[in-house]
């Protein structure tokens, strides 16, 4: 089944560590997408890549890197310097407009936690 | 600044027809989507308008009028498990920015 996985569904850590989320998919898309959550809002992008080794910051990058070394993967690290970590983050793919698409599949989301 | 407004929630009963509304001001604008996303779950793309006019999906239908920053979803012959959020998103240049979302409960 084709499909955008992410992992694990729940994720504990203290603060002061950094975290990596994963993110997988077997759709063949060349671009990929991390969102963020929070409790009664919208989602917020973080970090898009369009192509293998190439990504662009969105809206509230700050606190966090990506990487973009296979066109399966695209990991998701939040660092210390994120001021409030704790959230639901989202992964998105889809086929590559030359901008960001309309269309987008998402995994199913980690919710990070950091006390 | 940038900003979409929708209602935060609405109620309807099985059978009913219901409009979510949008309103958008945005630096740049290629289009207004619609995600549905339930409880914990992922969203998921519903629709897409590019251009002015109405889109129809089976049961769910979208509407935009760029010159009003407007657009509305339109779910017809609602279901239990239509109960969920709704998302608009703005395509804005280099960016997607999504609504608060609505949250509709649908009685029986």
């Known amino acids: 089944d084709g499909g955008i996985t992410q992992s694990p569904k729940y994720l504990f850590r203290k603060e002061g560590q950094n975290v990596t989320l994963s993110c997988e998919q077997n759709?063949?898309?060349?671009?990929m997408y991390w969102y963020r959550q929070d409790p009664g809002q919208g989602l917020r992008l973080i970090y898009y890549?369009?192509?293998?080794?190439?990504?662009q910051k969105g809206d509230i990058a700050e606190g966090y890197s990506v990487s973009r070394e296979k066109k399966e993967s695209f990991p998701l690290t939040v660092t210390s310097a994120q001021k409030n970590p704790t959230a639901f983050y989202l992964c998105a793919s889809s086929i590559s407009s030359g901008t960001v698409s309309y269309e987008q599949y998402f995994g199913p989301g980690t919710r990070l936690t950091v006390t | 600044g940038q900003s979409l407004e929708q209602p935060s929630e609405v109620t309807a009963v099985e059978g009913a027809i219901v409009q979510i509304n949008c309103t958008y001001q945005t630096s740049g604008f290629y289009g207004l989507s619609w995600y549905q996303q339930h409880d914990g779950g992922a969203p998921t793309f519903l629709s897409y308008n590019g251009l002015d006019g109405l889109e129809e999906t089976g049961r769910f239908s979208s509407f935009l009028s760029r010159s009003d920053s407007y657009g509305y979803l339109l779910l017809q012959e609602l279901q239990m498990k239509d109960s969920a959020s709704y998302f608009c998103?703005?395509?804005?240049?280099?960016?997607?920015?999504f609504g608060a979302g609505t949250r509709l409960t649908v009685k029986p």
């Open positions: 759709l063949n898309h060349d671009a």
């Open positions: 998103a703005v395509r804005d240049n280099n960016d997607m920015r």
């Open positions: 890549s369009q192509i293998v080794n190439d990504f």
